[in-house]
């Protein structure tokens, strides 16, 4: 999906690691969320609280999901699932724009 239609977008802008991470919460009327963000070159580790989607839109990554022994690289149009109540580490290459959609187990 390249375009998000009857939305609504909050204006505030969600950021971490001193700002080389930000994303903006994209709301659907059935009560879903999505975040859309952008990273800039590091490494990250994120904890989840719910299963998530993330859909790369632009750049190289590396992933690490908490339980896998082995880094996956990743780039444009690839995508990845993290479990409920788990952790991943992210090394970024490039600048990295994604969407991250949050599922129900």
Do not use: H
């Not at 896998?68 to 991943?88: A, I, Q």
């Amino acid at each position: 999906m390249t375009v998000l239609e009857n939305v609504s977008v909050e204006k505030k802008a969600n950021f971490y690691f001193d700002g080389n991470v930000t994303s903006r919460n994209v709301l659907f009327a059935d009560g879903s969320k999505k975040t859309l963000g952008i990273m800039l070159p590091g490494e990250y580790e994120f904890n989840t609280s719910q299963k998530e989607l993330v859909e790369i839109t632009s750049g190289e990554i590396e992933v690490l999901i908490s339980g896998e022994e082995n880094w996956k690289e990743l780039k444009t149009g690839m995508s990845f699932e993290v479990p409920k109540d788990s952790s991943f580490k992210l090394k970024v290459q490039t600048i990295f724009d994604y969407c991250c959609s949050y599922l129900e187990d």
